[in-house]
């Protein structure tokens, strides 16, 4: 690997050499490769994909802005990205992480409530982005039903009947799509920065037991979302719900409305991974339509 297109970019961006000693491969991503630079005075976290992915990770370094902003919450500082002829990539900021302890998780709840009480100005996203390797399509909408009929759950079911998966999938879709505004009736979303691909995998803590987010995918949506994901594959303690609670209740309708937000992570894990979530999906969907009746 030829890490001097990269380093160049680097320089021009911080205003001093980049003088790399050790590149070391961190293992653990399914997406992208990734490596730890270790420079004369500050270690850096990159990430490469092919070259036509460079869009991919402007949009998660503006997602890393964004983040940073609200000073909620801390994500790794976004230094850079770009293209070379061999790869796109972003360079990060380098964190040490630790598992999160129950006192982290804690603080995570507050921090990630803090985030998401600061209003914005519409649903969706002013970049389209990616939720795994799969598109994120975003747009601007004042309806957040309409949002999330059109550019999360209706999009996944395209995906899906592209992919061979038709039937009753689609019959179940098309059903629930058409009866969204029913989860509503007494709830009224209010846009809220969203992290977007809220699970254990993309939170940790830094060495000094601060909690740390990262890989976003972010748009302004339900708050709701948000938390519903952290329940989809568990690894958030009862303290961490208890903590976000205390800043900000959550709607008694949560209940029905967290599978409905996590049919869009399954659904796309249908598409990414194939048809072991397939039942899953249709069991959720299954469950949504009973309280229809």
Known sequence: MNWDPITQHLEAVIGQPVRISRVQAIAGGDINAAYRLQAQDAAYFVKLNRPEREA??????????AMAA????????PITYGQTKESAFIV????????????ADERLGQQLATLHLQRQ????WHLDNTIGSTPQLNGQYDDWITFWRERRLGFQLRLAAEN???????????????SLPVFFDTYQPKPSLLHGDLWAGNASA?????????????????????LAMTELFGGFSAG??????????VDAGYAQRKILYNLYHILNHLNLFGAGYLSQAESMMSQLLAELK
């Not at 991919?56 to 802005?65: D, S």
């Not at 037991?209 to 948000?226: I, K, M, R, S, T």
Request: with cysteine; glycine share 8%; proline share 5%.
């Open 56 to 65: 991919m990770f402007a949009a998660e370094f503006a997602g890393l802005e």
């Open 70 to 77: 609200t000073r909620s919450v801390r994500v790794p500082v």
């Open 92 to 103: 990060l900021e380098y964190l040490e992480l630790n598992h999160k302890s129950n006192q």
């Open 121 to 124: 100005a519409y649903f969706g």
């Open 164 to 178: 061979g998966y038709s039937g009753s999938l689609q019959r179940k879709g098309e059903q629930l799509t058409a």
């Open 206 to 226: 830094d060495n000094l037991g601060q909690p740390v987010l990262y890989d976003p995918a972010c748009y302004f949506g339900d708050h709701e979302a948000d």
């Open 240 to 249: 961490f719900y208890a903590a976000y609670r205390e800043l900000f209740p």
